[in-house]
């Protein structure tokens, strides 16, 4: 991958060396460039006359010869790897410029202070990052967070929903709370990026999910961060747990994901056009029941001691029969899963960007549109996105501005899914919907009521919209300043800030049309939501950085800064039900709900830290963050998150003598990290009841405690790097251990108090893992370039002390599978009830192991590229199953397969294990192997190119590309990856029928001007 | 020295910066329960009263619903969760599931309610008159009452906490007797407040009390329509007749009866009585316990078969379910029986009309019920003139019937059946306190009935 990046820097070059062709000559320096250390030849160094596009490049030697208008001329001199050195040059003729080694420039680098990074051969953490080709380039993601997946050691990346418009959990290394925030902190461009996942208004109203006990998000929103457009993104980087995470401290327990969006670059302005068509479909039916006239008389004859109510019943029973039957011999039976999820969805992405700029102004500007149609009909995801980044640097280079601005307008429509109460949900009415209903709406198009279910999911799929719509600008901008520099020392000032704002608005009609909104029906004869959420979110950070380096090459980085942040948001639901006519606006409803929530929080933070380097030999850091914030019990109390890590190069050092070994390094690290008490711990705020129009308070279910502290992680990773053949082969391993204290749990507490639960600071988590990445280029020449990489990660969890009992959460109970925190337990724990009624564990949602595979190939102009996922083990609770079982449309009802004994059917027995409250059957393996990408381009050659586009095209590739095309499991329903309840906290991994996830099948079109 | 300055400069705003306070934070979302019990105003009154009136309705679907599926009034189906046919049924209760824990709940957050209210009361800085403390303190108390008699109800045998203000330090389980004995004293206790509480509440009431008004006797100086504390004291000697019939202590029960706002003659309005109201605007809720006519199995409530195969000939309180018919394919009207889970039913309980129909507290016809039996012992005779009242009402001949006890109960039970059927799940308890739960139909193999809800798992008893 860093080839290309290499490749065409080098292109840039050699434009550079050539351009400059016919340039009238006058006065000719010449000389030789070596290198600062060693004395030696430096060769392919740019030597530019500052401020104009002449330039040239030295030789294989360093020995250049450059043409200039007149003297004195100013010379800027620069190569990747090198620092940029300025030469003022006052008569012709033979010079030596000596240019030193950049630290930073060549190496991939990593953040290892909130205003530095050290190159990666030098970190002491293992930091995941991957860049722009790995992300976006080999097949285009929907959104980031599908990138995401299978590309980072340690991460557990789970879809909850196929909807367009994403939804995802990011689990890294392990489960990090299990009542607080668990997912991961993002920051874009040094922005703090919101991720919020935010219900539409209107749905819980109709769909009930949440009076069954559980008030878990289950209305499939998408998450926040699914507005950042993939195509935009230079590089992300993954800070896993605190022993990296400390720098960002309070809110930093979860991981960090930092994202670079791309620059421009000096030099001649690029343009690039990108176009992808293509189709979503299903990537899994779970498909039909074989009826025939015994399975349909069964289904519905229940045996009864009354003769007259047997009679009934047999009658009722012969009628579905017969209509078996004739719709069978009419050719009328429907396949309704494929009817809803047989949708081809269309996907078009078109994406330009324009970069260049000069010396001291580049600027990166873009706009692309994705537009995606979901696998049912009527749903789908658009967003148009733009972005113009610029830096400057003024003050001779003593300063540089870097802004980045971005404004997204993305629209989700994500149909009606996951769990019900009220039977009406597409999923929840499918599964008792029998193919021999006739559920088409007439020629005057009036759908008929299903006579199987609370809803006519055709009708409902094209009447109701369920839509989220977002504006949004993320914009910040960094100032860094050198505010003075001689040969042993320098010091910078880094100013930062940066601000997200948002709107969502959501929209949930439902209207009075709907079999479940008709009055006769027990309908609300329309219900209308609409929720409006503004969110703000601002940082603001100043730094000082000191270089200190002595005569033996020893280096001291210090760093001290402060840390402002804010959040704000104010969500106000409407919810309008019995609309006047076919109205959808609000104050068009009888009834009109409205409800509110605001989040005000301020934090303040301030980061001191040193770095020691010994010649690359041995780099070590210590450092810390304090932070306060206005979500503590006591706001301006300081919580302190330390860390230190440090790294030994054996190989720099003398002694070293494997010249296989090329590099070799031992790396420790451990940092503390910390994570807010969720919204409302410290509270107990009474919520808002009204009885025939008088408003009056009740207490709410949850007990706040008001002297509750952050939940504290403290990690200790060690582990080695290892390269191999001039570093041919590439080996990381990393071995971590992560506890989390004061773990703040929504424990049960006796419901005769008042209150179902309660928060408290009230155990510890531990989580231990291993990771081993491996890189190979296995094959390299002109002609062929195989590389192929190896990702293996591995976690196992333990709650070590619960202070209160152990407690059942995020699922639907023991009868079906629940997990349940417990000391000495595995945190993710699923339990339930045995066939002898005792508690049992019946799985567990962590995977043995998660390994993925990547292959990059490339023959000639052809690149073939694809990635692997193999996740084995980790449990899913499907419920899926058992409700398609109720409704009698299992695809398996009648197979004989889980029955022990071997003589009741699947269906029948899934149902009386569930009557006898035997969750066994509901909890099953979800380990699968998928192929999550691969593409495969063809790169029109430049003899090509020249002769169709006379030289007005750099670049021309097409190719096809395509997700999850394989997908190999044993799980009994559309896709082992999935989620009920959203994507925070534990309860991913519990199947209510969900929207099934899609492959996508895309061409691509790519040219660069 | 430029250097030395511009870090003095920035370490001094970085300090400067640091020491700056922060506010705390505080929820924006709504008042914090500290604020009604720290000290209650006069304005919070009305929302804290308010709240507990509405409050008595959450979950009231669940438990009804579960109470008379247990005694076999209806069927709940529900294709979403079929706990409701399956535990329900055959009596193997989870401990730790919505039915058992989920109205347990709503009703002790109720009595939190009240409890921070009580608190607050003791707390206050507001200038409330003497009747008015009262006033308060027995009208919240009333409330409580009626809270732990619905929990026990449940819990039967399992008994109660009755002493849970302080959630650190909750009171120790009672006996079913000693629970019951604990709820009666809470009503005297409150009665003798309503009797010291002056004409008129410090708070206004809902709709749903208007029945009682001027239940008293007690003519208002001047004539208004407001629920006097007198006229409420009448229906708290209704639920405490209740209270003692569930006892056994008939005599003390026909003292409240008289106290009551009973209405003890032929053609007396049975509707009479304090009622739950529901709407569908704001923070308001419909009515739990409605469903429409033919309502298909993903929420349907199946009167159980019996009920139309046990009642007399002529008797109107049949109406109170409807025959489930609807056109076929050609048009024609057609039985549209439902079935779910092997079970199989022609009728839906069709008590409630609408989703904003109101649901019955206490009303007059129970307490005529509860008359007959109080004196079914001691004065057979006027039993049977108050089973003639209901007996007359729903359009049936007057009791030709025996009158010794045993032929009185089974009179009395099946008038209650009828009555107050899908009412509050009274048959199950019926049956329950005349040891007769054996008489409940079972519809399959592996169904028994039980007697009682387990304790919720997490009182961790």
Redesign the interface.
Known sequence: MKKQTHFSKMKILLLLIFAPAFLLAQETITGKVVIEDTGEGAPFVNIVENGTDNGTASDIDGNFSITVSSLPARLRVFALGFSTKMVDVATAGDITIEIGESTEALEEVVVTGLATSVKRSNAANAVSSVSAEELAELTPPQTLDGALAGKFAGAQITRSSGAPGGGISVRLRGVTSVNGNSQPLYIVDGIYVNNNSISASGLNAVSGAAA??NASNQDNPSNRIADINPDDIESVEILKGASAAAIYGARAAAGVIIITTKRGKAGKTKVSFSQDVGINRIINFRGQRQYNEDRVFDF?F???D?PI?NE??RN?AN?QVA?FVDARNSGRLVDYEKEIYGEDGLISNTSVNVSGGSENTQYYAAFSNNDEDGIVKNTGYNRKSVRFNLNHDFLNDKAKLSLSSNYIDSKADRGFFN??????TLG?AL??TLPWA?LQPNELGVYPD??????NPLQTRDLITNREEVDRFIVGGTLDVS??RNEKSD?K?ILGGGVDYYNLVTTAIFPKLLQ?QK??????NGVVGIGRTENKDANYS?F?VHNYTTSNALNLRSQ???T?LTFFRNTIGNVA??LIAFENNLDQG?????S???????D?G?FVQEELNYQDKIIATIGVR?D?????G???EFFYYPKASAAVNFHKFDFWKFDVLNQFKIRAAYGEAGNFAPN?A??????????????????P?V?GDPNIDPERQKEFEVGFDASLLDSRINFEFTYYNKTVDDLILQA?????????T?FSNAGDLENRGVEAVLNATVFQNDNFDWNTGVIFFKNTSEVTRLEV?A??LGAF???LGTYRIEEGKSVTQIVGNNAD?DLVVLGDAEPDFQMTFTNNFRYKDFDLSFLWHWKQGGDNINLTNL?TD??GTSPDFDDVTLDPAGVTPNGPFR?GA????NATPFTEDASYLRLREVGLYYTLPSRFLDQIFRGNVSRFKIGFSGNNLINIFDYNSYDPEVSNFGSNGLSTGVEVTPFPSSKRYLFHVNIDF | M??IN??HI??F??LL??S???????????????S?SSDLSRG?L??????????M??RLGTQVDAQAVAGREYWRF??????WT??LL?G?L?N???YT??P??AR??????I??VLQGLENTTESFSNEEIAGIRGFVNTIKAHELLMVLNQQFLNG??VD?AD?DN?GSFLSYEDSLTAILDLLTNAADDLSNAGDEFAF?L???FNGIEGASGIVDEPENSIVSPADFLTFLNALAARVEVYRGNYASSLEFLEDSFMVLENGADLSTGAYF?F??????IANPL??????????ARIAH?TFI?DAEDGDNRLSKVVFREAP??SDVIV?N?L??????G?FDVFVYES?VAPVGIIRNEELILLYAEANHISNPLEAVRALNIIRDAAGLDPYLGGTSPTELVTEILKQRRYSLFAEGGHRWIDLRRFDRLNEIPI?RS?DDFFEQFPT?A???R
Do not use: H, M, W
């Open positions: 069954g006990g519905f229940s045996p009864n009354d109510l009934r019943s009722a009628l209509a769990n019900d109460n009220t039977g009406t929840v599964t008792s006739q299903n006579p199987f279910a609370a809803s505010l003075y010091l000032l479940f009055i006769s029906n027990g309908g609300l100043a000082l001290a800064g402060v402002k039900s019995d009888a009834n009109i709900n409205v509110q929530f605001r989040q005000e929080q301020e303040f301030f304090g306060k914030s206005s979500n503590n006591d706001a301006n409302g410290l509270f107990t705020t009474y919520t808002n009841s009204l009885i025939d129009g008088i408003a009056g308070i009740v207490v279910t007990l049960n507490i006796e419901p005769s108090s008042g209150f179902t309660e009992d407690f059942d109970g023991t009868g009624g409700l109720f409704g149902v569930f009557r006898s409250g | 430029k250097i511009i870090y920035f370490i705003s970085c910066f640091i700056c306070d922060i506010e705390d934070g505080r929820d924006l979302n709504g008042p914090s329960t500290g009604i919070e009305q929302d804290a009263v308010s709240g507990i009136l509405a409050d309705r959450t529900q294709s979403s969760d079929p706990r399956a535990d055959t193997t989870d730790n599931t919505f824990t989920a347990y709940a002790y957050a109720n009595v939190k309610n409890n921070l109660i906490r849970v959630v909750l206004g809902p709709s749903g109201t709407s569908l605007s704001g923070a308001d409605f469903f429409a006519k033919n309502s298909t199995g993903a929420n078969p195969t076929n394919s039985p029986p079935t779910q889970s092997n079970l199989t022609g989703n519809d592996g919720p997490n009182e961790n």
